[in-house]
């Protein structure tokens, strides 16, 4: 299988963040691996050593309005780190084809003319020489 080094029952524990809302980033049999910000830098760091609690793991939030925080799971790769499953981030904006929809109704809206020949006809119109 293509990605059994991640999906397989054997690995997928090990090598696979899933990610849940409002949940500490933790990962492994024993959810005793996490991931921490170094700085600007994510790492993977086991609860219990060097002093690491489950305060220092980073909280998953779908709703982040910054994209640094998905970008930053979307670029985490074996074997260094696992691979992050789940919803980045679910942002709340409008789709482009209803912002354009919704653009052109507002000009329309708003026209001083109705069209080419309600603008010929309105007198405001000149002959360039």
Known sequence: KTHADIT??????????ILEHRQPMLFG???NQGI???????EVVKLGENGVTEKDILVHDVHTKSP???LLLARMQTPDFPIAMGVFRAASQSVY????????????R?????GLNALFQSGSTFVRE
Not at 8 to 17: C, N, P, V
Not at 97 to 108: G, P, Y
């Open 29 to 31: 049999k024993e959810k």
């Open 97 to 108: 084809d209803d912002a354009f929809v919704a653009q052109i109704s507002d000009e329309k």
């Open 68 to 70: 640094v925080m998905p």
């Open 36 to 42: 921490r910000l170094n700085g600007l830098d994510p």
């Open 8 to 17: 397989a029952k054997e690995f997928r524990e090990d090598r696979q963040l």
């Open 110 to 114: 708003n026209a001083k003319y109705d």
